[in-house]
C-alpha cells in the first residue's frame, strides 16, 4: 500500500524555467511532509519541508506548497539550474510526540532533469 | 560537523552468509533510523532508535535481521542469512529533532 505516490518518474526542463513536481498521500494522519533531494552514489539531502498547519513554506528557490484538501504537495523550483538536476523524493510524517513520529514515509522519487 | 557515516560503501556476499552494516550517526544526534531502497524504488523505513533503545521496528522485514545500538552511539544492522531479495542500498539517518534527519551516504548490498 503506496501512501505517498510520485506519479511523474521524471521531469525535463531548460534552465532558468520552473520545475514542479508533485507528490500525493493517502494517509490524512500525515502532518509534516519533507523533500529531499538526492544525486548518485550519495544519500538523500533534506531540501524543504511543511507542516499541516500551513499551505506554503519558502526557501530561496524552492517553495513547498501543501493542498491538505486534495492530499497534495509540490515543489517549485524557480530558476531551475543545471545543479538541481537530481532524484527528488517527497516524505511524510505524523504523530508528534508518539512513537511513529521521526518515521518517514516516502514517495518513489522523481528524476529531474535541468537542460542548459 | 562530520556528516553520517556508513561502512562499508558496497558489499557483495552469497546467499547464507551474514553481512553487518555500519552506521555512525551525527555526534550529539539521539535518533537514529535504518531505512532501505530495493531496486530503484522508494525508500523503506526500517527501524528507529532513540539513543540506544529500539523506538520502532515496525518496517524490520523479519527475524533475519538484527539491529543494535550500542551506548547510544554506533548502530549496526545484522543481515543472517542472507537472502536474495535482501540486495538494495541501506541508508542510515540521524536527528536532534524527528522530522529533518540527515543521511548517510548508504551501503550498496549485493546477495547472489
Known amino acids: 500500500d503506496q501512501q505517498v505516490k510520485q506519479n511523474s518518474p521524471s521531469l525535463s526542463v531548460q534552465e532558468g524555467r520552473i520545475s514542479i513536481l508533485n507528490c500525493d498521500y493517502t494517509?490524512?494522519?500525515?502532518?509534516?511532509f519533507l523533500w529531499y533531494k538526492k544525486y548518485p552514489a550519495e544519500g538523500p539531502t533534506f531540501l524543504i519541508s511543511i507542516s499541516s498547519i500551513k499551505d506554503k513554506n519558502e526557501d530561496g528557490r524552492f517553495t513547498v506548497f501543501l493542498n491538505k484538501s486534495a492530499k497534495h504537495l509540490s515543489l517549485h523550483i524557480v530558476p531551475s539550474q543545471p545543479g538541481d538536476s537530481a532524484v527528488y523524493f517527497c516524505?511524510?510524517?505524523?504523530?508528534?510526540?508518539?512513537?511513529?513520529?521521526?518515521?518517514?514515509?516516502f514517495g518513489q522519487g522523481t528524476i529531474l532533469t535541468v537542460h542548459p | 560537523e562530520a556528516g553520517v557515516t556508513q561502512f562499508p560503501s558496497h558489499s557483495v556476499i552469497e546467499k547464507g552468509q551474514t553481512v553487518t552494516l555500519r552506521c555512525d550517526p551525527i555526534?550529539?544526534?539521539?535518533?537514529l533510523y535504518w531505512y532501505r531502497r530495493v531496486m530503484g524504488k522508494e525508500i523503506k523505513f526500517l527501524l528507529h532508535f532513540v539513543k540506544e533503545s529500539k523506538q520502532d521496528e515496525s518496517g524490520m522485514p523479519n527475524n533475519r535481521f538484527l539491529a543494535e545500538r550500542t551506548g547510544g552511539t554506533y548502530s549496526t544492522l545484522k543481515v543472517q542469512p542472507a537472502e536474495l531479495e535482501d540486495s538494495g542500498v541501506y541508508f542510515c539517518?540521524?536527528?536532534?529533532?524527528?522530522?529533518?534527519?540527515?543521511f548517510g551516504p548508504g551501503t550498496r548490498l549485493t546477495v547472489t
Open positions: 516524505a511524510a510524517t505524523y504523530g508528534a510526540g508518539g512513537t511513529s513520529y521521526g518515521k518517514l514515509t
Open positions: 494517509n490524512s494522519m500525515f502532518d509534516y
Open positions: 539517518a540521524s536527528s536532534r529533532q524527528r522530522y529533518e534527519q540527515y
Open positions: 555526534s550529539g544526534h539521539d535518533n
